[in-house]
């Protein structure tokens, strides 16, 4: 079992920045793939990040491509999205996943993922 928590969202303008961090806590952290999601309103939940067990290979959506940034920290059981330049569009409840995994790969598909976070609302205002 992996218990995952979000925070870190908020209401920022366009432009802003934000750094999303979710601890995990009830299984080996550096044993699973980690990824993020959103879910918008009236939208299905969409993939945003992915990271693999070391942190040496990291896979984005396009609409964040070069403005969002996943990283892990495996010593803190944490793994972040730091996102700069958000976008009206960037605004939904972020949720992190984990998947419990002896592979090196990261996983792109909700169904892939384990665990799931409570998620954490970001709003971004024009």
């Known amino acids: 079992q992996v218990q995952l928590v979000e925070s870190g969202g908020g209401l920022v303008q366009a432009g802003g920045s934000l750094r999303l961090s979710c601890a995990a806590s009830?299984?080996?952290?550096?044993?699973?793939?980690l990824g993020w999601f959103r879910q918008a309103p009236g939208r299905e939940r969409e993939f945003v990040a992915a990271i693999n067990w070391s942190g040496g290979s990291t896979y984005y959506a396009d609409s964040v491509k070069g403005r969002f940034t996943i990283s892990r920290d495996n010593a803190k059981n944490t793994v972040y999205l730091q996102m700069i330049s958000l976008k009206p569009e960037d605004t939904a409840v972020y949720y992190c996943?984990?998947?419990?995994?002896?592979?090196?790969?990261?996983?792109?598909?909700?169904?892939?993922?384990?665990?799931w976070g409570q998620g954490t609302q970001v709003t971004v205002s024009s």
């Open positions: 996943a984990a998947r419990l995994t002896s592979s090196s790969y990261y996983y792109t598909d909700s169904s892939e993922y384990n665990y």
């Open positions: 009830g299984s080996t952290f550096s044993s699973n793939a």
